[in-house]
């Protein structure tokens, strides 16, 4: 069965130190892999997403960014973190391209920029 | 930008009452999803209509794709305290998808 493994759970940074958060499937390959961040329990907004290793699209430009080292494995990172970066950060893969099937969400990091 | 609004935005009922949250948007999509995300998790899929006029149920949950594609709406019977949680739509577009703005559930025993 696929999972999607998420950490860490929760985080408290201070401004301007780095960020980097990791994101593992299992028991797929070449998945769709998706960076969202959610705001005070409310709707999801992408960030990046990534069809394949070293490939990375950008939805929002801001102060974060994503690599993707391995097939399996998505990294979303900052070097210098602001306070309106705080927020519950949530990874997700979907398998191909198909609309009828439904993002599968890690279980999240929340983090706090002090 | 395809926006999918949510209401109501909160909402707090009696165990046992009846529902209904509403998506809306003046997009039309290709399908629409929802999905239930307790707090401190990830969402989860509920479920996918993908046809105008489409009604699925899943238990005490019944889902309606609006004929035109643009709104779908959940409606949940007697509910119960699990089903607490903050409620998703999200649009799809080819492979683009949009999520609302939420619904927070709070089902009081």
């Known amino acids: 069965s696929q999972t999607i493994h998420q950490w860490p759970a929760t985080l408290v940074q201070p401004v301007g130190s780095p960020l980097s958060l990791e994101c593992t499937v299992e028991?797929?390959?070449?998945?769709?892999l998706y960076w969202y961040r959610q705001a005070a329990g409310r709707g999801l907004q992408l960030l990046f997403y990534s069809v394949g290793i070293g490939q990375i699209s950008s939805e929002v430009p801001q102060n974060l960014s994503a690599s993707r080292p391995q097939d399996r494995q998505f990294i979303l990172s900052s070097k210098k973190l602001l306070l309106s970066d705080s927020g519950f950060y949530l990874c997700?893969?979907?398998?191909?391209?198909?609309?009828?099937?439904?993002?599968?969400f890690g279980s999240g990091t929340r983090l706090t920029v002090v | 930008t395809q926006l999918l609004e949510q209401s109501p935005q909160f909402l707090s009922i009696q165990e046992g009452e009846n529902l209904t949250v509403y998506c809306n948007s003046s997009?039309?999509?290709?399908?629409l999803q929802w999905y239930r995300q307790e707090p401190g998790e990830g969402p989860v899929l509920l479920v996918t209509v993908v046809t105008g006029g489409e009604v699925k149920k899943l238990k005490r949950l019944t889902f309606q794709f609006g004929d035109a594609r643009k709104d779908s709406s959940l409606h949940i019977t007697a509910a119960q305290p699990g089903d607490t949680g903050l409620y998703l739509c999200a649009g799809v577009t080819g492979n683009q998808f949009y999520f609302g703005t939420g619904t927070s559930l709070t089902v009081i025993p």
């Open positions: 997700a893969w979907i398998f191909g391209q198909a609309p009828r099937n439904g993002y599968t």
């Open positions: 997009s039309v999509f290709s399908s």
């Open positions: 028991g797929t390959s070449n998945p769709n």
